[in-house]
T-cell receptor, first 115, second 113 residues
Framework: AQTVTQSQPEMSVQEAETVTLSCTYDTSENNYYLFWYKQPPSRQMILVIRQEAYKQQNATENRFSVNFQKAAKSFSLKISDSQLGDTAMYFCAFTLLNAGNMLTFGGGTRLMVKP | DTAVSQTPKYLVTQMGNDKSIKCEQNLGHDTMYWYKQDSKKFLKIMFSYNNKELIINETVPNRFSPKSPDKAHLNLHINSLELGDSAVYFC????????????FGPGTRLTVL
């Protein structure tokens, strides 16, 4: 079975600064996708960024980037120039490329951006 | 346009009742899902369904059943509701082979009294 661990239940960062959220996962499979989802107080789940395991290059989306270390099974999210609107729960998630395509989520990190 | 919609957004009911939550997606996706988010915000897959296959998380009680009248809908039926069923339930959809991104509905907060 696959597991995803987020070791930081809560974090805070000053507006305009950079913060890194940690995620590790465990699998014996080789083909999978990793995701970071954001859940603001509205509770809507929003995709932040996606990484295909077969790609060595780290994914980036504007102020969001990942550090994907496949051998270490680590997938951290860096948020640069933090904005107040980044305040949310952040979930790391994993899916195998097989039938079902079900997401396995980490326990989440609550991020507070302070003005 | 709403990509994945759920009704109702809030549902309050008594123990022992039977209830349904509806989900519709207008993205043309071929796979739909139900997730449960508990009071500690932990998200867990309940079902994955496409027109060929239903995959059930083995930990889901058989009081929960998904029903799909067509590709765009996956409803969740819950029989004999228990206090522990109180949670937020999310519907999601995706299209395999197109990035595997799942699009989520707004969630349904179920409260069992």
């Amino acid at each position: 079975a696959q597991t995803v661990t987020q070791s930081q239940p809560e974090m805070s960062v000053q507006e305009a600064e950079t913060v890194t959220l940690s995620c590790t996962y465990d699998t014996s499979e080789n083909n999978y996708y990793l995701f970071w989802y954001k859940q603001p107080p509205s509770r809507q789940m929003i995709l932040v960024i996606r990484q295909e395991a077969y790609k060595q290059q780290n994914a980036t989306e504007n102020r969001f980037s990942v550090n994907f270390q496949k051998a270490a099974k680590s997938f951290s999210l860096k948020i640069s120039d933090s904005q107040l609107g980044d305040t949310a729960m952040y979930f790391c998630a994993f899916t195998l490329l097989n039938a079902g395509n079900m997401l396995t989520f980490g326990g989440g990190t609550r991020l507070m951006v302070k003005p | 346009d709403t990509a994945v919609s759920q009704t109702p957004k809030y549902l309050v009911t008594q123990m022992g009742n039977d209830k349904s939550i509806k989900c519709e997606q207008n993205l043309g996706h071929d796979t739909m899902y139900w997730y449960k988010q508990d009071s500690k915000k932990f998200l867990k897959i309940m079902f994955s369904y496409n027109n060929k296959e239903l995959i059930i998380n083995e930990t889901v009680p058989n009081r929960f059943s998904p029903k799909s009248p067509d590709k765009a809908h996956l409803n969740l039926h819950i029989n004999s509701l228990e206090l522990g069923d109180s949670a937020v339930y999310f519907c999601a959809s995706s299209s395999l082979g197109y990035g595997y991104e799942q699009f989520f509905g707004p969630g349904t907060r179920l409260t069992v009294l």
